[in-house]
């Protein structure tokens, strides 16, 4: 890497990038790690970029991978910036590093939002502080939902996570010129991301691209095909065409958005109906993930940081009104949870217990996450003997009415982003700057040594957890909970209380 004048300059393998130098930093942007997947390789896997002349100008984000918004009640939560342009198979690198024999440390981030939506352009993940710290931080984009996703006869499965394959050969390949080391390269996501490396975990593909592993409130997980399926075929009957990746290749890309924003009105995850999703698949997974990695040695020697928030289902069920319907139904609520998470009347009864005055809604809640997110990441974290796995709980309540410790919560706690102005959209005003040292601290010390500074779980006691009374925040007082009004009017509340309600579909 070279500065020219202000501006850093990087080879990769395709030509040369220039980036900015921003605080002392570089920092490039929009850097392409595969062809732009348009006309016959839109469904097709990701290809590699074509070579350029000359410097190719990386200032600014490239284009996000085509998607449809969040329903404005999480809009109004969730940053999710839209950058136009085909090229959305790129990714950005912040780094501290001057030269390719500086060799540190590297954290690759792929991003959540349900495998629909998400970018690695949201203001959250800006990655300043990773590299303040030390460490080269890649933030990349994948393509989302049909796009990725979508199952059909004459394509190939799971593309989406065949672009973050490609994505992680491309730091294997180039990131020492940006000062990093290829063979010291932890990824981290967070949800979907997290899902996503619990397959790459098990990925015959990605075997040897990455040395440790941050599962945030994501497990490893795939889907029956026939539960991903009737997702293009209900697609499909809006569009009039065939259900095949060569008719809906022929589809302008605005309309097939709009089929696509239809059948995710119907699709509800959380319940276990249709959604676009990863599946078996004999090239990209050929076991289930959580099989291949807890129980068949996929990763043995792989280190796992995993873990949760205390109260995941909030950021599901409470923007859209579904907790003060569940606590309605009572009892109701409860027993179809219980029958959803396969858990008997004793384990509902212990888990009460454990929980004195829990609310219906927040039972259904922690059953519902239970199933797929805590059990199975302490299977994960339990079976694993040949390399440490430690486990995390995330407690601090957001200042917002309602939300809790919720899902993605932790986010702008994890990159130091307290400032920016999107991570207290969901956060609230005044959130402890003090929990964002110390959890972030804790990620950059587990990229750098393998530990995050407490001891490796031996499949039983507690997760180690971050927040508590010390770190309640006025808007956070109510407790674990999360149900005070407290918490002042600012920005974020004032787009809370704007958005219209969502009904759950």
């Given at each position: 890497m070279s500065a020219a004048g202000a501006r850093p300059r990087a080879m990769t393998r395709h030509g040369v990038v220039e980036g900015r130098a921003e605080g002392g930093l570089s920092v490039f942007r929009g850097i392409p790690y595969a062809a732009p997947p348009v006309g016959a390789l839109r469904f097709a896997a990701p290809r590699p970029p074509g070579a350029?002349?000359?410097?190719?100008?990386?200032?600014?984000?490239?284009?996000?991978?085509?998607?449809?918004?969040?329903?404005?009640?999480?809009?109004?939560?969730?940053?999710?910036?839209e950058v136009p342009g085909d090229d959305c198979l790129n990714l950005n690198v912040w780094t501290p590093g001057a030269s390719a024999a500086e060799r540190?440390?590297?954290?690759?981030?792929?991003?959540?939002?349900?495998?629909?939506?998400?970018?690695?352009?949201?203001?959250?993940?800006?990655?300043?502080?990773?590299?303040?710290?030390?460490?080269?931080?890649?933030?990349?984009?994948y393509r989302l939902g049909v796009l990725g996703y979508g199952l059909f006869p004459d394509a190939?499965?799971?593309?989406?996570?065949?672009?973050?394959?490609?994505?992680?050969?491309?730091?294997?390949?180039?990131?020492?010129?940006?000062?990093?080391?290829?063979?010291?390269?932890?990824?981290?996501?967070?949800?979907?991301g997290a899902i996503s490396i619990g397959a790459l975990l098990a990925a015959p593909r990605a075997a040897g691209l990455f040395a440790q592993a941050v599962l945030q409130s994501g497990a490893p997980e795939v889907y029956p095909r026939d539960r991903v399926?009737?997702?293009?075929?209900?697609?499909?009957?809006?569009?009039?065409?065939?259900?095949?990746?060569?008719?809906?290749?022929?589809?302008?890309?605005?309309?097939?958005?709009?089929?696509?924003?239809?059948?995710?009105?119907?699709?509800?995850?959380?319940?276990?109906?249709?959604?676009?999703?990863?599946?078996?698949?004999?090239?990209?997974?050929p076991e289930h993930p959580l099989d291949a990695v807890a129980d068949g040695g996929a990763a043995r020697?792989?280190?796992?940081?995993?873990?949760?928030?205390?109260?995941?289902?909030?950021?599901?069920?409470?923007?859209?009104?579904?907790?003060?319907?569940?606590?309605?139904?009572?009892?109701?609520?409860?027993a179809l949870a219980r029958h959803r998470s396969g858990k008997d009347r004793l384990a509902v009864r212990e888990l009460r217990e454990t929980l004195p005055g829990v609310s219906p809604a927040d039972l259904v809640g922690r059953l519902l996450t239970?199933?797929?997110?805590?059990?199975?990441?302490?299977?994960?974290?339990?079976?694993?003997?040949?390399?440490?796995?430690y486990l995390y709980e995330f407690a601090w309540p957001s200042g917002l009415p309602g939300l809790g410790a919720c899902h993605a919560l932790e986010l702008g706690f994890v990159f130091d982003t307290l400032g920016v102005a999107e991570t207290a959209w969901l956060a609230g005003p005044d959130a402890p700057q003090?929990?964002?040292?110390?959890?972030?601290?804790?990620?950059?010390?587990?990229?750098?040594?393998?530990?995050?500074?407490?001891?490796?779980?031996?499949?039983?006691?507690?997760?180690?957890v971050f927040g508590g009374p010390e770190h309640e925040s006025a808007g956070g007082a109510d407790g674990a909970d999360g149900m005070g009004e407290a918490g002042g009017a600012g920005e974020a509340r004032a787009r809370r209380e704007a958005a219209t309600p969502l009904v759950l579909p």
């Open positions: 350029w002349d000359g410097v190719r100008d990386a200032g600014t984000y490239g284009p996000t991978a085509p998607k449809v918004p969040y329903p404005q009640r999480f809009a109004a939560l969730l940053a999710d910036p540190l440390p590297v954290m690759v981030w792929l991003h959540g939002g349900a495998l629909t939506r998400g970018s690695g352009a949201v203001p959250v993940y800006d990655g300043s502080a990773f590299a303040r710290d030390g460490v080269v931080l890649v933030t990349a984009n190939p499965a799971n593309r989406g996570l065949l672009d973050q394959i490609a994505a992680l050969e491309w730091v294997r390949d180039n990131i020492a010129e940006f000062g990093g080391d290829p063979d010291r390269v932890t990824v981290f996501g967070e949800s979907a399926r009737p997702m293009v075929r209900r697609m499909a009957s809006l569009l009039k065409v065939p259900a095949t990746a060569a008719a809906f290749a022929a589809v302008e890309p605005e309309a097939l958005l709009a089929a696509q924003a239809a059948v995710l009105r119907r699709s509800s995850p959380l319940l276990g109906g249709p959604a676009f999703f990863l599946v078996p698949d004999p090239d990209t997974l020697e792989i280190p796992l940081l995993v873990g949760w928030t205390a109260q995941e289902h909030r950021l599901w069920l409470a923007p859209s009104g579904a907790m003060r319907l569940f606590d309605q139904l009572g009892p109701l609520a409860v239970d199933q797929l997110l805590r059990d199975p990441l302490r299977r994960l974290a339990g079976a694993r003997r040949a390399a440490p796995s003090a929990l964002a040292d110390e959890m972030h601290a804790a990620w950059v010390r587990f990229a750098v040594t393998g530990s995050p500074g407490w001891d490796p779980w031996d499949g039983s006691g507690p997760p180690k």
